[in-house]
């Protein structure tokens, strides 16, 4: 392996899946549903199947899906884009997260993660011999918020890029309209580009709302958003996930994908783009059954002793270890699968200063009630 993709090692998603599958445990690492996504989709995707739609798509994507992303967006969050020139359709986010830097981002120039940070953010910095530098989310209370002095520190005349990711994997922050504000002034003072991170965009609770990042002053010019219908639909292994942003930046991102893998997905394409038009309400219902999960697992954590952080957005809530007396989660996370059959998945790991993070693990919380009732009765016992 070359030296700059030396420190990544294995992603801690497979390292923590792996013990949950060799330990039979419940597995509350990764983030991947139980439950399927909506019938009608699934049937799409079958039929597509069945008519022979099984070769090569086009190198943006498949026109009727690239469609049904713009409409999407203009009729959400009022952004326009062209189907043409402005969306880009990838092998899942995290394609099109590589991709944007490859495609983007010189060697030698910096990009700003904000940590703790979705793992293939730093990877993908590494494959594009960029730098990375990293600002932080700090702890106000029991939930997270941006750390301004922190990202302000954290530009320099060599950033190129910033990368923000609202709802937020590992900690559920949805960053309100002030840190957006803050984020978006920051890029056009610095001309940055900004990649905006939204695979949960749907999945947000407690009436917060989800602010794409693109519909900021200044920002349509400068953003690329990245999204997926892996979290929406509830079709992780499907990877289809794509960018939208001006041509001159889909452009770069296009001219990395190409080589990448090409294209991606061809017959979960059209059954995507019917989702997109036609299962919203789906989504609705995903996102209340969601927010009631999410309330489960955290009174549930709350009460088997850990100091759990609210989460606002997303798959994902954090507990803190402190009250149980233990402090280390990568050490805590490493242990459980044998010892009481539950994976979960250290903070510390999303994080270049692990010791800042290392008290908070991450569970996941879509998963079956049964699921996620008997993982909390599995760690009452470890605690
Ligand atoms: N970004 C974030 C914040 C994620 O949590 C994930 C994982 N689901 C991805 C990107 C990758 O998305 P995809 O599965 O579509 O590649
Ligand atoms: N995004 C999911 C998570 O954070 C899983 C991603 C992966 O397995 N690479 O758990």
Redesign the pocket.
């Known amino acids: 392996t070359v030296a700059r993709l030396r420190p990544f090692a294995a992603t801690i998603f497979a390292e923590m899946t792996e013990l949950a599958v060799r330990h039979e445990a419940v597995n509350l690492g990764q ?1 991947f549903p139980d439950t399927d996504g909506p019938a009608g989709m699934l049937e799409v995707a079958r039929q597509a199947i069945a008519d022979g739609v099984n070769q090569y798509p086009p190198g943006r994507g498949m026109p009727v899906l690239r469609r049904a992303i713009a409409a999407d967006r203009a009729r959400r969050y009022g952004t326009e884009y062209d189907p043409d020139t402005e969306v880009l359709v990838t092998v ?4 099109a ?1 590589s991709a944007a830097m490859l495609g983007l981002v010189e060697p030698g120039q910096e990009v700003v993660l904000i940590e703790p940070y ?1 793992d ?1 953010y730093a990877a993908a910095v590494a494959l594009a011999g960029a730098q990375r530098r990293t600002a932080r989310l700090v702890a106000d209370g029991d939930r997270f918020v941006l750390d301004l002095d922190s990202l302000r520190a954290a530009i320099t005349p060599r950033t190129r890029m910033l990368v923000v ?1 609202s709802p937020h ?1 590992p900690t559920g922050t949805v960053l309100d309209r002030a840190d957006l504000t803050a984020i978006a002034e920051l890029a056009c003072e610095h001309d940055l580009i900004v990649l905006t ?1 939204e ?2 965009e749907h999945l947000v609770y407690d009436g917060n709302e989800h602010i794409s990042l693109a519909t900021l002053p200044g920002m349509a010019e400068r953003t690329v958003v ?1 999204s ?4 929406t639909f509830s079709v ?1 292994g499907w ?1 289809i ?1 794509w960018a939208c942003g001006p041509a001159y930046l889909i452009d770069g991102v296009l001219a990395a994908k190409q080589f990448l893998t090409f294209v991606g997905g061809g017959p979960f394409q059209p059954a995507v783009a019917h989702a997109l038009t036609n299962e919203l309400d789906w989504v609705a219902w995903l996102r209340d059954v969601l927010s009631d999960k999410r309330l489960r697992l955290s009174a549930a954590l709350a009460d088997a002793g850990f100091g759990v952080q609210a989460s606002g957005g997303g ?1 994902f809530v954090c507990a803190d270890l402190t009250p149980t007396g233990r402090t280390d989660g990568l050490e805590f996370c490493r242990e459980i699968p044998e010892l009481i059959g539950v994976a979960a998945v250290p903070v510390s790991v999303f994080a270049d200063d692990k010791s800042a993070w290392n008290h908070l693990v991450r569970f996941t919380f879509c998963k079956r009630d049964e699921t996620l009732d008997e993982g909390v009765r599995r760690l009452r016992a470890a605690v």
């Open positions: 983030g899942g986010a995290t394609e997260i979705y293939s990711n994997n991170d695979v949960y990245v997926s219908a892996a979290k992780t990877k996930g798959y």
